[in-house]
């Protein structure tokens, strides 16, 4: 997530995995997924078409976390809320830029970055 994205589109996807180099093994025999990797907690992946992410922790019951970008962060989070969005990880810094998690009206958590 360190190349800027095109505002307020899905940007990533980030799956948490207990095992990233199972994982890495596993999508890359199965899929050809080629990886980056940014120190022992996460890995960047890409198909060829799109890029995202393995992170080390508890994985999700729901599927992956989708993660969108804007350009501008604190606007977004206020439109989120403003339309019923619940913030659940507070804005926090990461290398290339701040994210913070939000569950939707169904309860569905995403995420949004910038890079700003």
Aim: charged fraction near 25%; include cysteine.
């Amino acid at each position: 997530m360190g190349k800027k994205g095109t505002d307020r589109q899905i940007d990533n996807i980030e799956f948490a995995v207990t095992d990233i180099e199972r994982s890495k093994g596993f999508y890359g025999t199965a899929f050809g997924w080629t990886f980056t990797d940014y120190g022992p907690d996460y890995c960047e992946f890409t198909d060829g078409r799109l890029t995202g992410g393995l992170s080390t922790g508890i994985p999700r019951p729901g599927g992956p976390l989708i993660i969108l970008y804007a350009d501008d962060l604190a606007d977004t989070q206020a439109r989120l809320e403003a339309q019923g969005a619940r913030i659940i990880v507070e804005t926090f810094s990461f290398p290339g830029g701040r994210r913070f998690h939000f569950q939707d009206p169904d309860g569905y958590e995403l995420a949004v970055w910038s890079d700003k």
